[in-house]
Structure formats: structure tokens, C-alpha cells
């Protein structure tokens, strides 16, 4: 087991680059660039970091140079033999060659497209732009740059032994978590913590334990690198991405309307089977459902991703079972905002009535809250979307208005169309 504390004691960072690799992403994210490249190669896509929490003046943090030597390395990775064969020939969800043989020659020879970065008001503004299928994957190594540099500038001047006794405490912590919830029946947890860990060894530490210590219970991990060395399944379906692209490319209302639909019809005609989870909060979950097609609801599950998530569970069940569906049979996927208290509750709340499963994330692969002075590693929301597509700007709505993107008239007019009404704010922390 790599000794974090000393090796962060070192900060040599051209032995531990925060990306080791292109599949150093999500799941999802290549299966969504699957589907892209399948379906809309060439629309032209903005993605900008966000920075929800503007307390934190990243640029104040992170030393400029630093941060482009790290994006600069990124654009210099490409797919390597191993990770060629592992995805060419891995079995995903049950089915063997997920990746199609022409997308694959394509991602083993793509390279990330140039980055623009400004400094304004104390913030970094970064953005890429360029075709979609290449742009996308910027986003989650772009995050987990920002989210490594800032754990890195906190923690740079301390000893030797503070960084020990440091990592001893964290380490405790989680494992304190997990000892909570080893004892829980049924209960189904994958790591979702890349895009805002502390660091890619830390994450590769908080996997090792879910392993350990939860056994049959964790179901995998979301990182495809991590996926693959500790030979665990890779876990994830589709985001918020893709209905805010295509929305943004409809040319009136009733296209409008319609996108966030056709969207699962283009993903239905790859996927099957537990990759059949809809994600229904884009432009609000009540108005998604209300207005679904009869074959959604034959679909495997939900994701639960924004908003009460106590709210939104039920409202999966009251829907189902209005389309004549068995919610025992159906699959809810929790994973905004977990902590180990949130876990219990929904399970102990679900569990029986349908199939729960949780997508842990932050405060699984990042809480260092209340180990260091003034809670300076404490997490924080930093989140890369898709802001423009042919020049025009996307919207994403949410069951948060706190978490709603997109310029303020184009947030108004949709809530219009999508018939959005009063949505109560709900405080974001990561």
C-alpha cells in the first residue's frame, strides 16, 4: 500500500501527475462520448469551470504555472495498450465490447484540444472548446486538477510528521464510515468520488477500503483506471450533459420540449439492461416524468441527483407505479451529496420497496473536514459543464434552483417551457 503522506511529503508532482491517464475519468463519460460520437460528432461545445463556491479564490491557491504544466500534461496522454485492450475486451454491465471497434480506433489516437485559461477576480476561467465527442473529456480531469492543486497548496508546507499524523486522521475517519455502514443488509455502494477527490492515490486509498471493509456490498468504482488495476467493475450511466446539449440545439419549443427524450431514445438503442437509468432532473424531475414516454417507464431504474432526495425517491415510486410498474422491481440510484447519516436514512427508508443503490462521491473520496486550521481542505462545489453549443447557450435547471446554470433569461424561458413551477432551495455543498 503506497504511503500517502510521505509521498505527498516529496511533492514531486512529475512522479505522481494528478492524471495518470486517460481513463483516469468517469465511466459514464465514456459511454456518454460513445454515444456522441455515434450521434452528434461534430456540434461544436463550450465547457467553463465553475466555481459555486467563490469563497475559495483559486487563483490565490494554485500557482498558475503549475496548473498549466498539469493541463499541458493531460493534452500530452494518449490511450495506452493495456487500456485499449481493457475496454476492447472487458465485460461492462454484463456485456462484452461496450466500446464499438470504431470508436475505439478513434479514442486511441485522440488528444485532448487546447484549454484557455484567465485569471479574474482572484478565479481561474477556464474553458475548452471544439468538437464534442474531444471536448467532453476534458471535464473531469479538468475538476480533478483543480481539486489536487488546492489539497496540495494547503497541505505544501507542512511537516513530515504533521502530514502522517494528517492522513492517520483521515484514514480513521473513513474507516469510522465504513464500519457504519458494514452492517447494513442489502445495501449497495460505488464509489462516484473522482471529479472532486482530494487526490487520485487518496481516492485509489478510499477504494481499497470499500473493498476491505464492505466486501460484496461495494459495487465498484466510477474511475476507469481505478476499475481497472483493482480489477473491480466500472460504474455509471449518463449525466446531465447530454439533455442540455440537445436542448440547446432545438430550434423551437416543441423541439425543446422533446430533448430530453430523445436523448434516451438515442441511449436506448445502445444500451440495455442496468445502463437503462434515467436521470430525470435536468429541467425538473415532476415535469420530466408527467410528460415521459409509456416506454421510459419499462426502463431499469432513476438517479437521484438533485433536490430532497427523500422527495425524489417517492415521486420514482409514485410514478411507476401510475405507469403500472412494480417499484420493487425498479432500481433508485442516490448519489448527490452523500454522507454516511444521508446512506442510512434513504436505505432504511427505501430499502423493500424498491431496489436502492448509492453512487458516493465527495464526502467519501474528500472529506478532510476539521483536520486541518481554519477547515482550509474542507470541500468545496467546483463543477465543468457544457455552457454553449453552436454558439448557443445551454440551461440546466435542476430540483435545486441553487444549482441551476445558464444565463438568467434563457433559465426563465425554459422553466416556461418545461413548465417548472416553485422549487425550494436546498444549500449545495459539493
Not at 420540449?257 to 445502445?270: K, S
Request: proline residues 5%; charged residues 25%.
Amino acid at each position: 500500500m503506497v504511503d500517502i503522506a510521505e509521498r505527498v511529503w516529496s511533492h514531486k508532482w512529475k512522479i505522481d501527475p494528478i492524471v495518470r491517464s486517460l481513463i483516469d475519468t468517469d465511466f459514464y463519460k465514456l459511454l456518454m462520448c460513445q454515444s456522441v460520437f455515434r450521434n452528434r460528432p461534430d456540434v461544436n461545445v463550450t465547457f467553463r469551470l465553475i466555481n459555486r463556491t467563490s469563497r475559495i479564490r483559486l487563483a490565490e491557491l494554485i500557482d498558475e504555472g503549475e496548473l498549466r504544466e498539469q493541463l499541458d500534461h493531460i493534452r500530452s496522454l494518449r490511450l495506452a495498450r493495456g487500456e485499449s485492450t481493457w475496454m476492447r475486451g472487458n465485460t461492462f454491465y454484463g456485456k462484452r465490447q461496450m466500446f464499438r471497434p470504431e470508436f475505439m480506433d478513434w479514442l486511441e489516437h485522440v488528444q485532448l484540444p487546447p484549454y484557455h485559461l484567465e485569471v479574474r477576480d482572484g478565479q481561474y476561467e477556464l474553458s475548452f472548446e471544439g468538437a464534442w465527442p474531444e471536448v467532453m473529456l476534458w471535464e473531469i480531469p479538468a475538476l480533478a486538477v483543480l481539486m489536487e492543486l488546492r489539497s496540495r497548496a494547503v497541505v505544501h508546507d507542512m511537516g513530515r510528521f504533521e502530514l502522517q499524523v494528517l492522513y492517520a486522521r483521515a484514514m480513521t475517519k473513513l474507516w469510522e464510515k465504513v464500519e457504519r455502514l458494514r452492517g447494513i443488509e442489502g445495501l449497495r455502494i460505488a464509489d462516484f468520488g473522482t471529479r472532486r477527490r482530494h487526490s487520485f492515490l487518496w481516492q485509489d486509498w478510499c477504494v481499497q477500503a470499500m473493498i476491505e471493509g464492505l466486501g460484496p456490498h461495494f459495487a465498484g468504482t466510477s474511475n476507469c483506471l481505478i476499475a481497472m488495476r483493482r480489477d473491480l467493475e466500472a460504474i455509471g450511466t449518463n449525466a446531465h450533459e447530454l439533455p442540455m446539449v440537445y436542448a440547446a440545439l432545438a430550434d423551437d419549443e416543441a423541439e425543446l420540449r422533446a430533448a430530453p427524450y430523445r436523448v434516451l431514445a438515442d441511449w436506448q438503442e445502445e444500451h440495455d439492461g442496468n445502463l437503462r437509468v434515467i436521470l430525470p432532473d435536468t429541467f425538473g424531475t415532476v415535469q420530466f416524468l408527467d410528460n415521459a414516454p409509456d416506454w421510459l417507464a419499462g426502463w431499469t431504474g432513476i438517479r437521484i441527483d438533485s433536490g430532497d432526495p427523500v422527495v425524489g425517491g417517492e415521486t420514482a415510486i409514485r410514478w411507476w407505479e401510475s405507469r403500472g410498474e412494480d417499484p420493487r422491481d425498479k432500481l433508485v440510484i442516490f448519489s448527490d451529496g452523500l454522507d454516511v447519516e444521508r446512506i442510512v436514512e434513504l436505505h432504511q427508508r427505501f430499502s423493500g420497496r424498491t431496489r436502492v443503490s448509492f453512487g458516493w462521491g465527495t464526502l467519501l473520496t474528500n472529506d478532510f473536514r476539521g483536520l486541518v486550521a481554519q477547515d482550509a481542505l474542507a470541500p468545496f462545489s467546483l463543477v465543468c459543464k457544457a455552457v454553449a453549443a453552436e454558439g448557443r447557450p445551454t440551461v440546466k435547471l435542476s430540483d435545486n434552483p441553487l444549482k441551476a446554470t445558464g444565463p438568467a433569461a434563457e433559465v426563465e424561458r425554459y422553466r416556461d417551457v418545461f413548465g417548472v413551477g416553485a422549487q425550494p432551495p436546498l444549500e449545495v455543498l459539493v
